[in-house]
C-alpha cells in the first residue's frame, strides 16, 4: 500500500507562495505516482487564518483536489500553528474521497476507502473484534498534539506527576498490544503523531537531546507499527528497526534561512511488518547564508555571488562603529542583483567593547563578570563568590559572616603574627587598581564598575595576602 505522507505545510500569507509551490508538486506527484492514501501529520497552517484569505483558499483548494485521487487523513498539529478547529473545516472539503481529520488520541481503520474511529484512545474489545471480522486496509493509531492533562486523563495515568514522555509510552505500548493482533489477522498498522523524538535533528542541525521532548525512538517502535509517520521537525530524517521505519518528511518547503537538506514529502510503501520510505523531493527555495566576524569581505561575495541567481541571499557581518562607513552596501545589493532576495543583517559593536570586547555578548552577570576578569587579567574565581553572596544574600547575613569569620581569626591568631610563614612562600599578587571607563564610553549593556585602589598590608598574615583568594576583610 503507498502512503504520500505530508507534513508541516504552514500555509500563512508569508509562506503562501513557497507552501503551494512545493505542496502543489507533491499532491501532483503522489497522484500521479498512484499513493493509496494521503496522511498529512500537522501543521497545515502557520498561524490562525482569517476565512477570507488566500493562503486558506489555497490550501482548501490543494486538499479538495488530493481527495478526488485517494482518502485523506489530516492530524491536529502544533496549537499555535493550527489553532483547534481549524482542521474541521476541512473535513467538508472532501471531492470523492473521505477526508478524515484526527484531533484526539484515537485508532482509525481505513476499509474501503471510509476511515472508522475508535471511540476512546484505542480500539475496546468490541470494537476490535469488528474490524478483524469486517477487515481493514490499515489501521492508524493518531496521535496528535495533545495538552498532557488531556492526554493523562483519557489514558488513565495514574499519578498526575508522570511525565509526558511516560504517559506516551503508556498509550504507545497499549497500541503496541493491538497492532501486534491486526497484524496477525494480515492488517497493516500505522503510527501518525506530531512531536519531538529524543535525539533527533532540526533542520538547523541541532540535535534535540532532553528530558521535556514527547517521543524516545524506543516508545515509539513499542507501539509494533509498520510505519511511524511524524510531523513537527522540519528535516526530514528516518530510523529503521527490523524493517519497520520511524520518519520525518520535514516540512515541505524551505520557510527560514539556514535550514539544511532537501525539502519533500514521503512516499511510502507500507506492508504488513515492513515499510519502506523514500522522500520526493519538492522545488523548494534555495537559500545562501553568508556570515562575516568582521566586515563583509567582498572578495567572497563576489565569488558567491557568481551562484546566486534566483536564490535567496542573506548576508550577516559585524563592524565596530567607527569603521561602520567602510561597508558599501550599494555594492554588495549589485552584486546580489540577479538573487531573488537579499537581505543584509549589520551588527553595528559599540567602542565600548573594543575595551572589554564580548562583555555585552554575555547574558549573566556572572559571565559578564568572568569576561571582564579576562580582559583585565584578575583571578575571577573570589569574584564570582562574592557576586553569588551578593545575588544570594542580604547585606546584613553578608555582613554577619565576615565579621564571624573575623572573629574566628582573631581568636586563632591571638596575637595577628604567630606562626607567620616566610613572605616567599606565597605569591604575591601586586596591587590592583580596577577603573571605571567614562561614562560615555560605556553602554547600557557594559558592566559598571567601581573605583577601587587595593594594596596589601604590611601587618596582614602572610598566609592571607592574596586578597583575590582569600577574604579581603580578614586581614
Ligand atoms: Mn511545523
Known amino acids: 500500500m503507498k502512503i504520500a505522507h505530508f507534513s508541516d505545510l504552514h500555509y500563512a500569507p508569508g509562506n503562501l507562495e513557497e507552501a503551494d509551490r512545493c505542496f502543489g508538486f507533491a499532491t501532483e506527484h503522489a497522484v500521479l ?33 488530493l481527495s478526488g485521487s485517494m482518502p485523506v487523513l489530516m492530524l491536529q498539529g502544533t496549537f499555535s500553528h493550527e489553532p483547534p478547529g481549524t482542521l474541521r473545516n476541512f473535513e467538508l ?49 493518531c496521535l496528535p498534539t495533545v495538552n498532557k492533562g488531556q492526554l493523562a486523563a483519557a489514558v488513565g495515568a495514574k499519578e498526575a ?5 511516560a504517559v506516551l509510552g503508556d498509550y504507545l505500548a497499549a497500541a503496541g498490544r493491538i497492532n501486534e493482533q491486526l497484524r496477525a489477522a494480515g492488517i497493516r498498522t500505522v503510527g501518525v503523531s506530531h512531536g519531538t523524538v529524543n535525539g533527533c535533528t532540526t533542520e538547523h542541525g541541532v540535535t534535540m537531546a532532553g528530558f521535556d521532548h514527547e517521543f524516545s525512538l524506543g516508545s515509539l517502535f513499542e ?11 522540519h528535516k526530514a530524517q528516518r530510523w529503521e528497526r527490523a524493517g519497520r521505519v520511524v520518519a520525518y518528511p520535514g516540512s515541505i518547503g524551505r ?29 523548494s527555495r534555495q537559500t545562501i547564508c553568508v556570515d562575516f566576524d568582521g566586515p563583509p569581505d567582498m572578495q567572497r561575495l563576489t565569488a558567491i555571488a557568481l551562484d546566486a541567481t534566483d536564490k535567496f541571499v542573506r548576508i550577516r557581518w559585524q563592524v565596530d562603529d567607527e569603521h561602520k562607513q567602510s561597508v558599501d552596501r550599494d555594492a554588495i545589493a549589485a552584486l ?19 575595551r572589554a570586547q564580548g562583555i555585552s555578548l ?3 552577570m556572572d559571565r559578564k563578570l568572568e569576561r571582564w576578569c579576562e580582559h583585565t587579567a584578575v583571578d575571577p574565581v573570589p569574584l564570582l563568590d562574592r557576586l553569588q553572596l551578593l545575588e544570594t544574600m542580604d547585606a546584613e547575613a553578608i555582613a554577619a559572616g565576615v565579621l564571624a569569620r573575623l572573629s574566628d581569626a582573631v581568636a586563632a591568631h591571638p596575637s595577628g603574627t604567630d606562626g607567620m610563614p616566610a613572605l616567599s612562600s606565597t605569591s604575591e599578587p601586586a596591587p590592583v587598581t580596577v577603573q571605571e571607563a567614562s561614562s560615555d564610553e560605556v553602554g547600557d549593556d557594559a558592566l559598571p564598575m567601581p573605583d577601587a585602589t587595593v594594596e596589601i598590608v604590611a601587618s596582614a598574615p602572610a598566609s592571607r595576602l592574596s586578597w583575590l583568594n582569600d577574604d579581603l576583610f580578614a586581614a
Open 93 to 141: 472539503m472532501s471531492a470523492t474521497h473521505q477526508i478524515y481529520v484526527a484531533e484526539r488520541v484515537q485508532q482509525v481503520s481505513l476499509h474501503e476507502g471510509r476511515f472508522y474511529a475508535s471511540s476512546g484512545p484505542v480500539f475496546s474489545e468490541d470494537e476490535l473484534r469488528e474490524v478483524l471480522s469486517i477487515g481493514a486496509d490499515v489501521v492508524f493509531a
Open 223 to 233: 507501539a509494533q507499527c509498520d510505519a511511524f509517520m511524524l510531523g513537527h521537525i
Open 161 to 165: 506527576g508522570t511525565g509526558l514522555e
Open 33 to 65: 505516482m498512484h499513493a493509496d492514501v494521503a496522511v498529512i501529520s500537522g501543521d497545515a497552517t502557520d498561524h490562525r487564518l482569517d476565512a477570507h484569505a488566500p493562503s486558506l483558499h489555497r490550501l482548501a483548494r490543494r486538499i479538495n483536489g
Open 336 to 354: 546580489f542583483g540577479s538573487a531573488a532576495e537579499l537581505k543584509v543583517e549589520a551588527r553595528i559593536l559599540p567602542v565600548v567593547r573594543s
Open 255 to 283: 520557510f527560514h534561512y539556514g535550514e539544511e537538506g532537501d525539502k519533500g514529502f514521503l512516499m511510502w510503501n507500507v506492508e504488513v511488518g515492513s515499510a519502506q520510505a523514500d522522500l520526493v523531493v519538492t522545488p
Open 362 to 364: 554575555e547574558t549573566s
